[in-house]
């Protein structure tokens, strides 16, 4: 049994340009090797007015993923409550503890949720997210470290006016790290967002 495959950016601007030319959908299927019912199906769904392969592409890949996921913050207060928070400078991290302990009224949701809802349904928000990836990275589990360091404070107990960027001054510092002894440190101000970033020779805390 043969398994049907979605077309591919390529394909659809194969069938643009041969569609432009005058060739009939039976040659344009035999010179893609598929069928011609996929090809007028194709191209019935997306010549609105015209057919422009780009945008047929992006409404094939949002049907794709619209019937795939489930529905996220389903309640149109809570999706209210979070975007505000969020364009706040709300972490999800922080905006799930919030509604856990002083909305009652809502049900509790995890950052996680949050986090799917943003990238899933409401991607313009991506922006407001600490990191702004256009797409998230898996998240591999690790295990727990066995040496912490030692007297560590949570990021979680840091002023309210840091967590909303209110203020300039605020830093973050991190490190991207590869396979050799080398390291690049970045660092970021909170509100402007202005970073810096330098080479070090190694992952110590002494560099």
């Known amino acids: 049994m043969r398994t049907y495959m979605q077309l591919k950016l390529e394909e659809r601007e194969k069938i643009a340009?041969?569609?432009?030319?005058?060739?009939s959908l039976r040659a344009?299927?035999?010179k893609i090797g598929r069928s011609p019912s996929t090809i007028s199906r194709e191209i019935n769904r997306n010549q609105k007015p015209s057919y422009w392969p780009h945008k047929a592409h992006e409404r094939a890949l949002e049907r794709l993923r619209s019937g795939h996921i489930r529905p996220r913050l389903k309640s149109r207060v809570m999706?209210?409550?979070?975007?505000?928070?969020?364009?706040?400078?709300?972490?999800?991290?922080?905006i799930a503890g919030r509604i856990k302990t002083h909305r009652r009224d809502l049900p509790s949701i995890s950052h996680e949720a949050i986090y799917q809802?943003?990238?899933?349904?409401h991607r313009d928000l991506i922006g407001y997210l600490a990191h702004a990836h256009p797409r998230r990275r898996r998240r591999w589990k690790t295990s727990a470290r066995k040496n912490r360091i030692?007297?560590?404070?949570?990021?979680?107990?840091?002023?309210?006016?840091?967590?909303?960027r209110?203020?300039?001054?605020?830093?973050?510092?991190?490190l991207?790290?590869?396979?050799?002894?080398?390291?690049?440190?970045?660092?970021?101000?909170?509100?402007?967002?202005?970073t810096r970033i330098a080479k070090i020779?190694?992952?110590s805390a002494q560099s």
């Open 17 to 23: 340009v041969w569609k432009s030319e005058g060739l």
């Open 166 to 174: 209110l203020e300039p001054g605020h830093w973050e510092a991190d």
């Open 176 to 194: 991207i790290v590869g396979p050799g002894r080398a390291a690049l440190q970045v660092a970021v101000e909170r509100q402007f967002r202005y």
């Open 79 to 94: 999706q209210y409550e979070v975007e505000q928070m969020l364009k706040r400078g709300w972490s999800p991290e922080l």
């Open 28 to 30: 344009i299927a035999l």
């Open 117 to 121: 809802w943003v990238y899933e349904c």
């Open 201 to 203: 020779k190694d992952k």
């Open 150 to 164: 030692p007297d560590r404070k949570s990021i979680q107990n840091r002023p309210l006016v840091i967590n909303q």
